[in-house]
């Protein structure tokens, strides 16, 4: 049976070369394929094939989390993490405890973790004799994005009320010893002798092995990390305190010292777009989530919550037949229309939020985040948004020359290909090769059509 699928997979290959622009040979390169061109001054469909089929878009569902996210928190939204003094203040010294607070804000960097270590001393407080106690405002709190991604990949963080620098930490090894940047006393690094090929994790603790790199990993437990990474803060400006505790409720008693903004939400879409970030989307769908008043316990729930929004203010994007279930996309149960993107795109193209259109908080052709290598033969003419996994690729976005002006979108998956990388009778190797010939094709298709 193997060997049929790897005379089956070099004869998929085989027709990437040959690939002419009808939909017969786009459909057998991809075992599904959607596209649609729209030309916006004739208000017309110049060229579509399968645009009803629900297909995996992969982080091209990001442009529904985040548009929502403009629509119903506004652009100049902001999210505050509070430091609380639990105590009175004596000589220097609080007898009591220092609370930290967050809202979900998914910007926070250890360098403004600084900014209450300067505000402690301003107000004479060199030593705190309690403990610093964390409090995440009962947001969700969630190890990992999707549990059946890979574990320790940066785009699968954990996420709370309390995140800091992307809820990673860095490694480094120096003369055979690795070391936590950030060291803190919520994640710890071993080594094992185990010859395992990537890093696993366990109880707090990341285990490499002789064949790891040094690299970048995600955290488990981001209010803990980051009110763990504020204790070595403030002890590296000179504040000692206590240990380090988690709570359910801010006591009556306590005051709020300082207040931190988050990036307004505009900002954090337009970053989150260019770069294609899991975090802020997922982040976003729970701020939404809680301003519709939705209850949920998960991330499906708060995603079906944005469906239902979609569905009672933009019923003319037809998703009785998409399948919600993350805010980043990072999910292949994830379904949805390439003419349901198209609608959500010609709604989004004329909306402005403060001086900024929609257009253009999307990255830009041979210029920025994920379009930088993309549209090369037509630099700075076309914001798209971009999503890609193993043996999906999807674009969607707004071209624009002297002449024309058109919103396209392209979803091409292979499960064929995909069911075989599980297996592993197909290679990682293929999967980019797979996406960077697709990529081209979609490319070529949208030139075609335009001319």
């Known amino acids: 049976m193997k060997y049929i699928f790897v005379i089956l997979l070099l004869i998929s290959c085989s027709k990437v070369d040959n690939i002419k622009f009808d939909d017969t040979r786009l459909k057998a390169y991809a075992d599904d394929f959607a596209y649609l061109v729209y030309d916006v001054n004739s208000d017309k469909v110049v060229a579509s094939s399968n645009e009803d089929k629900a297909l995996i878009p992969a982080s091209l569902f990001k442009l529904f989390t985040n548009f929502a996210a403009l629509e119903i928190l506004g652009p100049d939204k902001k999210f505050e993490t509070k430091l609380y003094i639990n105590g009175n203040i004596e000589k220097g010294v609080l007898k009591g405890d220092l609370i930290i607070s967050g809202s979900g804000d998914p910007t926070f960097y250890i360098e403004n973790l600084y900014n209450f270590a300067l505000a402690l001393k301003a107000i004479g407080i060199s030593e705190v004799k309690g403990d610093l106690l964390y409090f995440d405002n009962n947001f969700l709190s969630l190890s990992e994005i999707n549990e059946r991604q890979?574990?320790?990949?940066?785009?699968?963080?954990?996420?709370?009320?309390?995140?800091?620098n992307f809820n990673s930490v860095r490694i480094d090894k120096n003369q055979g010893v690795y070391n936590l940047i950030p060291e803190t006393e919520s994640v710890f690094v071993k080594k094992t002798k185990k010859n395992y090929h990537l890093p696993f994790y366990k109880s707090n603790t990341w285990f490499l092995s002789r064949r790891n790199k040094v690299t970048t990993l995600p955290v488990k437990n981001s209010s803990q990390f980051f009110a763990a990474t504020l204790k070595l803060v403030l002890n590296n400006y000179g504040i000692t305190i206590?240990?380090?505790?988690?709570?359910?409720?801010?006591?009556?008693?306590?005051?709020?010292?300082?207040?931190?903004?988050?990036?307004?939400?505009?900002?954090?879409?337009?970053?989150g777009l260019v770069y294609s970030n899991n975090l802020y989307s997922e982040i976003l769908l729970l701020h939404i989530a809680r301003a519709n008043n939705?209850?949920?316990?998960?991330?499906?729930?708060?995603?079906?919550?944005?469906?239902?929004?979609?569905?009672?203010?933009?019923?003319?994007?037809?998703?009785?037949?998409?399948?919600?279930?993350?805010?980043?996309?990072?999910?292949?149960?994830?379904?949805?229309?390439?003419?349901?993107?198209?609608?959500?795109?010609?709604?989004?193209?004329?909306?402005?939020?403060?001086?900024?259109?929609?257009?253009?908080?999307?990255?830009?052709?041979?210029?920025s985040g994920t379009m930088k290598d993309r549209f090369e033969a037509s630099p700075i003419s076309v914001f798209a948004k971009t999503g890609s996994m193993d043996f999906i690729s999807a674009i969607a976005g707004y071209y624009f020359n002297q002449n024309n002006n058109f919103i396209f979108v392209f979803i091409s998956n292979n499960e064929t290909l995909r069911e075989g990388l599980h297996k592993k009778t197909v290679s990682s190797k293929?999967?980019?090769?797979?996406?960077k010939e697709i990529n081209e094709k979609h490319e070529e298709v949208l030139q075609l059509h335009l001319k």
């Not at 293929?430 to 996406?435: C, I, Q, V």
């Open 242 to 271: 206590g240990k380090v505790k988690k709570i359910t409720k801010i006591p009556k008693k306590s005051s709020v010292i300082v207040k931190y903004e988050s990036k307004p939400v505009k900002q954090i879409v337009k970053d």
């Open 430 to 435: 293929l999967a980019s090769k797979w996406r």
């Open 150 to 164: 890979t574990n320790h990949a940066l785009y699968n963080p954990s996420l709370s009320g309390l995140n800091l």
């Open 294 to 367: 939705c209850k949920f316990s998960n991330l499906v729930e708060a995603s079906e919550c944005l469906q239902h929004w979609y569905d009672q203010n933009y019923p003319k994007m037809n998703l009785k037949f998409a399948k919600f279930y993350n805010g980043s996309g990072l999910n292949e149960n994830i379904k949805v229309s390439a003419a349901s993107i198209l609608e959500l795109l010609k709604v989004a193209r004329s909306k402005k939020y403060d001086d900024d259109y929609f257009v253009t908080l999307l990255p830009l052709s041979d210029y």
